[in-house]
């Protein structure tokens, strides 16, 4: 009776410690309070200025990259 | 005058960004959701700055929407944004900053440039990033200008 009980506690403890270790920690659940949306928001931001040029530029023909042509001329 | 029109969305910003985070979250105010995942956090809560308490809510609130397979990738996203140098981060928050009080058709059209960004070739987007690092202040003012034309050229077709 008193291993059942000891065994019962011990398994409701790990649950418990297991239920923890899934809950984000605060410095993570900052950075995603950070954005009002979906944090992949900073990766448009980050690349913004290209993905601002490439549509402009247009698809490079034979793989080049038009963008050199562009600043060349 | 586009310097002034640039100042005053930026003064703007920093207004609003400073009275959002004068206003802190109160423990009741927060959902049972909200609560649940904070929950470690409720004996300092009080304690905390405004600011802290807001991002923590809504990284909360988002959290707890997640499907296991979003809460990855936003882990994943996080190592990598825990990489970033100081100056970067900044430089990204600043642009979101401006990007959030662009009207929404201009949000979207950025959004779908992105899009179309991503689907080039990885090596072709790294060629572009080298490319476009490697640029003089005065080249890339140059491409912006041609950029800007051709949209005011586009917007009136």
Not at chain 1, 21 to 34: A, H, Q, V
Request: net charge negative.
């Amino acid at each position: 009776m008193r291993a059942a009980l000891l065994w019962s506690l011990l398994g409701s403890c790990s649950l418990a410690s297991a239920a923890d270790d899934e809950l984000p920690g605060m410095e993570f659940l900052e950075y995603l309070g950070l954005w009002e949306e979906s944090d992949e928001i900073w990766m448009l931001m980050d690349e913004q200025v290209l993905a601002e040029v490439v549509p402009q530029i247009g698809p490079a023909p034979h793989g080049e990259d038009s963008v050199e042509k562009e600043d060349e001329s | 005058m586009k310097a002034r029109h640039i100042f005053v969305i930026v003064a703007l910003l920093a207004l609003s960004t400073a009275m959002a985070e004068d206003t802190g979250v109160a423990w009741d105010s927060l959902s049972a959701q909200q609560q649940q995942v904070l929950d470690r956090f409720a004996d300092s809560w009080d304690s905390m700055p405004p600011g802290r308490q807001q991002r923590l809510s809504t990284g909360a609130h988002r959290w707890a929407g997640m499907t296991p397979r979003e809460r990855e990738a936003a882990q994943t996203r996080f190592a990598l944004w825990r990489e970033l140098p100081d100056e970067r981060r900044e430089r990204i928050r600043e642009r979101y900053g401006v990007f959030r009080d662009l009207p929404a058709a201009e949000q979207r059209r950025i959004r779908e440039n992105f899009r179309h960004f991503r689907q080039l070739h990885r090596d072709r987007r790294e060629r572009l990033r080298d490319r476009y690092r490697d640029m003089t202040p005065e080249q890339r003012q140059r491409l912006h200008d041609r950029m800007q034309q051709r949209r005011r050229i586009s917007t009136r077709d």
